[in-house]
C-alpha cells in the first residue's frame, strides 16, 4: 500500500508504578481495514486503545492517528476517532434516542434527531428507542454503544472487546457491523480476547503478548508460522454454539422474546458463512 | 476546541439536568433532613433556646438549615460525577472532539440549579411554618447570590470527592463534616453560649460570618463587617475547591 497507514504504532511504552505494560510496542493500521490486536488478559490490548484514543499519555514512543501525533495534538486526534469501550458507554438513564441526539451534539452535528432515528433503524433499535437504557438487554446495549461510535462517521473506530458479554447472536451482529463499516473505508482496530473473531474478521491480525507484539500478519501468514498441516481423521461434533443457533435461529428471533421483546425486531440477516 | 466550551457545556448540562428530572428523589431526600431539623429545632427544642434576638426562632434557624441543604445536596453531584467516571461515558466524552472542562462544569451547574430548587422547596416550608422577612427583590437576590457561591465553593469540593473517590459511599462521604459544620456556628444557638474554646472555633469558622450575614438581610438590618469577612471565605474556599478539582481532573485525564 502506498496510502498512509490510518494508524502508525513505533516504540510504544507504558508502565504502571513498576509493572511495564507495554514493552515496546510496533505496528501499522492500513486505511479501511480491520486490525485484530489479539491477547490475553492483561496483555496491555486497553491500554494501547486508551493510549491511541488519547486517554492516556505513553511513557516513549510515538503513535499517529489519521496522520497526527496523539501526543503533541490530541484534540486533533479525537475528531477523527471514536472509541467503544469494554463496557458500554451508554448513558443508563436517557433513552436510546436521547443518548444518539447527546452524542450528535456534542460532535457538532446538525440534525441531531435525524441521526439519531437513522441510527436506530440502522441497529434495529427504533422500538426502544424511547425506552431507557438501563431497560436494555445486553446486545442492545452493545448494539446501542456502536451506534453512538458511528455519529459523525469518524475515519478510524477503536473497539476494545467489543462482543465481550454478548450472547452468540448479538455478536454476529457486531461481527456484521464491523465488516460493514470496512466496506466503507472505515479503519477499525479491534481488540480481541477470542481466536475466532480475529480470525472471522480481520485482514490483519497482531499477537499482544507481554506488552510487545510478538506476531503481526495475516491469517494466511500467521498460519505458515505453525507446523505444517497434518491430515488427521476426527470425528466432526456440532460445538455447542452450533447446537444453541440452530436451536433458537441464528436471526435471534425465536428464544428472546421472554424477556426481551425489542430484540424480535432483529430483521433477518444472512448467514455469517 | 475552546470555541465549543459554552456550546458543549450547555449540552452536557441538559443532560444531567435530565437525571435530575427522572429522578427528583434526589431533590426530595436532598431537603428531608433540613426539613426535619426545622421541624425539630422550632417545634421541639427551640422554645428551650434563647437567641438574644426578637425575631422568631424559625428565622433565626432558616439561614444555618439552607447551608445544610446545600451541603447535603452536593452529595449527590459527587454521586453523579462518580458514576459517570465508573460507567464509561466518562471516557466516551473524552475521547471525543469536546471542550474538556465542559464535562466538569455541567456538572457544577446542575449543581447549583438543583441546590436552587432544593432551597426553594425549604423556604417553602419555612414560610409556612411562619418565616418571615420584608426583604426586598434586591435583598433576595444578594441572599441568593450568597447562597450560589456557598454552592459554588462547596460543588467544587464535592467535584474532588467524585474525583477522587474509590467507592460510591466514598464519593458522598465528604459532605459529612460540611452538614456538621453549621451546628458548631451561630446557626441554631447564639456563639457566646459556648465554651471558650468550641465559641473561638465557631466565630472563626465560615459558616458563622455566612449565616450571621443572611440572618441580617433577611431582617432587613446592616450587615456590617460580617458580610466581607463571608465573601472572604466564599471566594477563598471556591478558589482552593476549585484550583485542587481541577488538578485533580488534570492527574484523572492525562
Known sequence: MTAQPAVQVKGIRKSFKDVDVLCGVDFDVEAGSIFALLGSNGAGKTTLVRILSTLLKADAGTATVHGVDVAANPGKVRESISLTGQFAAVDDVLTGRENLVLVAKLRHLKNAGAIADDLLARFSLTDAGDRKASTYSGGMRRRLDIAMSLIGNPPIIFLDEPTTGLDPQARIEVWQTMKKLADQGTTVLLTTLHLDEAEQLAHRIAILHKGTIIQNGTLAELKQVLPAARVEFVEKQSSLEDVFLALVGETGEAGTTADDPADSNVPARNEMQ | ?254
Open chain 2, 1 to 254: 476546541m475552546t470555541t465549543h466550551v459554552l456550546g458543549d457545556t450547555s449540552v452536557l448540562t441538559g443532560r444531567s439536568l435530565r437525571h435530575i428530572l427522572r429522578s427528583p428523589d434526589t431533590i426530595i431526600t436532598t431537603v428531608v433532613t433540613p426539613v426535619a431539623l426545622l421541624l425539630l429545632f422550632v417545634y421541639v427544642l427551640g422554645g428551650a433556646i434563647h437567641t438574644g434576638s426578637s425575631q422568631s426562632y424559625v428565622n433565626y434557624l432558616l439561614p444555618g438549615i439552607l447551608l445544610i441543604t446545600i451541603a447535603s445536596g452536593v452529595a449527590y453531584t459527587a454521586y453523579r460525577l462518580f458514576l459517570d467516571l465508573q460507567g464509561g461515558i466518562f471516557e466516551r466524552f473524552q475521547s471525543m472532539p469536546i471542550a474538556r472542562s465542559s464535562v466538569l462544569w455541567a456538572h457544577v451547574l446542575t449543581s447549583v440549579t438543583a441546590n436552587l430548587v432544593s432551597v426553594a422547596v425549604v423556604i417553602g416550608v419555612a414560610l409556612i411554618m411562619g418565616f418571615r422577612t420584608g426583604a426586598s427583590i434586591a435583598v433576595w437576590l444578594a441572599v441568593a447570590g450568597m447562597l450560589i457561591l456557598f454552592t459554588l465553593a462547596v460543588t467544587w469540593l464535592a467535584v474532588i470527592a467524585g474525583l477522587s473517590a474509590k467507592t460510591v459511599d466514598g464519593a458522598s462521604a465528604f459532605s459529612y463534616p460540611l452538614i456538621f459544620l453549621p451546628f458548631i456556628s451561630s446557626a441554631f444557638v447564639p456563639t457566646s453560649s459556648m465554651p471558650g474554646p468550641v465559641a473561638w472555633f465557631a466565630e472563626n469558622q465560615p459558616v458563622t460570618s455566612i449565616v450571621n450575614t443572611i440572618r441580617a438581610l433577611f431582617a432587613q438590618q446592616a450587615v456590617g463587617s460580617e458580610v466581607w469577612i463571608a465573601l472572604a471565605w466564599l471566594v477563598s474556599l471556591l478558589a482552593v475547591a476549585y484550583a485542587f478539582a481541577i488538578a485533580t481532573y488534570g492527574r484523572k485525564v492525562s
